[in-house]
């Protein structure tokens, strides 16, 4: 590590942890970031329904345990990521071998072997689980998104899957995860999910919070109000997939090779502004998880543009750091 740079971890282990989403392929390629910066990390896919239990009763955790072994050998904890998601899951789940939808009974039982076995293979080694990841719809006034989860189980797919990992791991923090966690109308419908689920007893403990912004949304102001809700339920909160795009979400331009100057200042001031308000509510944010560490492997190149590079980290291609780190580690 350059001695004259400092860590993220080190900078900020009076406040939280530090995190960054990585696959087996990043773990090699951005290693010594890795180790430098963060003590904690995520399984970008490789812990999701698709990659554990690609066909039914043969569960594949050979990249899921490079993972966690990186992990281990470099004393960070781990986040897992994510048990019960309407991406990302084979078909068979729902199925039967006619093709038809299975019953209810059926998929809980399916729903529920996956999770025990998964919950139970790391536990003592993954501290936290994304349980349920993107439930809540976006628009309109129902709550919950169609999924085949809820079709088949009913809107209480979600207890079950919390109460099948907290009986898997009673140790293990349990939390629901989502995106545009800040805007009001989804805020709300996360509030109330949330709150449902405690007034019922369920065992969930944290919201995790997505965190994938850009340049001028949500709004500082939006952010705050969503801490500040969300820690109104008394659970903890997660920072769970931090970057900030170069482009808004409906920007389709694809004429950059390099980011502008403008960009890249506008982009450190963000993250500046982002840590601070993060350092003011350390004691119920306990986590702050980058989607990825460095610039030459993010989620977002080719998303939602096909074709276009984005540049979202604090560490560029060449793992250099960025104006933005600087801002962030100086707050």
């Known amino acids: 590590m350059n001695s004259s740079l400092p860590s993220l971890r080190d900078v900020f282990a009076n406040d939280f942890r530090i995190g960054a989403a990585v696959n087996p ?30 066909e039914e009763g043969k569960f594949t955790f050979q990249e899921a345990d490079r993972i966690v072994d990186f992990a281990c050998s470099h004393r960070m904890a781990v986040r897992g990521h994510t048990l019960v998601w309407h ?8 199925q039967d071998g006619q093709g038809h939808f299975v019953s209810r ?68 923090l349990l939390f629901y995860n989502d995106y545009n966690e800040c805007f009001p109308e989804k805020r709300e419908k996360i509030f109330a999910l949330v709150k449902s689920l405690r007034d019922k007893g369920i065992p969930i403990h944290g919201i995790g ?45 694809t004429d950059l090779a390099v980011p502008t100057n403008e960009m890249i200042e506008q982009q450190a001031e963000r993250y500046g502004q982002i840590f601070a308000l993060f350092k003011e509510y350390r004691d119920v944010i306990q986590s702050v998880t980058f989607w990825g560490i460095a610039d030459d492997h993010t989620w977002l190149d080719n998303f939602p543009v096909q074709g276009r590079k984005n540049w979202p980290l604090l560490f560029d291609e060449q793992h250099k750091p960025k104006p933005a780190f600087w801002r962030a580690v100086s707050v």
């Open 105 to 172: 009974d059926v998929l809980l039982e399916r729903m529920k072997c996956h999770i025990s076995t998964v919950v139970r293979r790391y536990k003592g080694k993954i501290y936290c689980w994304d349980v349920v990841n993107e439930a809540v719809a976006d628009e309109g006034d129902e709550l919950l998104r169609p999924s085949k989860w809820r079709q088949i189980i009913g809107d209480d797919f979600m207890e079950q899957a919390f109460l099948y990992a907290y009986e898997a791991d009673p140790d293990a």
């Open 87 to 94: 991406n990302q899951t084979p078909d068979w789940v729902f």
């Open 25 to 54: 392929v990043t773990i090699e390629m951005q290693k010594q970031l890795l180790i430098d910066h963060v003590n904690s990390i995520t399984a970008e896919n490789h812990m999701k329904f698709e990659h554990l239990q690609p």
């Open 209 to 253: 919070m997505q965190a994938h912004w850009s340049l001028t949304h949500p709004s500082l102001d939006e952010i705050r109000a969503a801490i500040e809700r969300y820690a109104s339920l008394g659970v903890v909160l997660h920072i769970t997939e931090l970057d900030v795009s170069m482009f808004e979400f409906h920007d389709r331009r």
